[in-house]
C-alpha cells in the first residue's frame, strides 16, 4: 500500500525560507511524479510543483516560480519543496500527492494524482 508523509511546516516570518519533506513507499517509483500542492482557508487546492522521478525533470507554479524549488533524493525515497523569500499569502496547509503513469506533460491537476499525504501548515507572518 502506497503511504505519502510531508513534514517539515512550521512557523516562518515573511522572508524567510522553509524546507518541506516527503516521503513515500510502498511501491517502486521509476515511473512516478511526486506533486505539491497547497490549500489555504476558504480557498480550492492549488497546484505548487512537481517532479517526475525518473529523470528528476520539474515543473513549478507561476506564482511561486523562482522561489520555491523541489528535487528527490533518490537514496532516501524522499522529495523536497525548498521555500524561499515566503510571504504571507503562501501560508498554506501543503500537501505532497504521488501518481503513476506515461504522463507526457508533468502532471498539474489534483485530479491527476492517486495517493496524497495528510498535509502539514506553513504559516508566514507579517
Known amino acids: 500500500q502506497v503511504q505519502v508523509v510531508e513534514s517539515g511546516g512550521g512557523l516562518v516570518q515573511a522572508g524567510g525560507s522553509l524546507r518541506l519533506s516527503c516521503a513515500a513507499s510502498g511501491r517502486t517509483f521509476s515511473s512516478a511524479v511526486i506533486g505539491w500542492f497547497r490549500q489555504a482557508p476558504g480557498k480550492e487546492r492549488e497546484f505548487v510543483a512537481a517532479i517526475r522521478w525518473s529523470g528528476g525533470s520539474t515543473y513549478t507554479a507561476d506564482s511561486v516560480k523562482g522561489r520555491f524549488t523541489t528535487s528527490r533524493d533518490n537514496a532516501k525515497n524522499t522529495v523536497s519543496l525548498q521555500m524561499s523569500s515566503l510571504k504571507p499569502e503562501d501560508t498554506a496547509v501543503y500537501y505532497c500527492?504521488?501518481?503513476?503513469?506515461?504522463?507526457?506533460?508533468?502532471?498539474?491537476?489534483?485530479?491527476?494524482?492517486?495517493?496524497w499525504g495528510r498535509g502539514t501548515q506553513v504559516t508566514v507572518s507579517s
Open positions: 500527492a504521488a501518481t503513476w503513469g506515461s504522463w507526457l506533460e508533468v502532471p498539474s491537476g489534483s485530479r491527476q494524482y492517486d495517493y
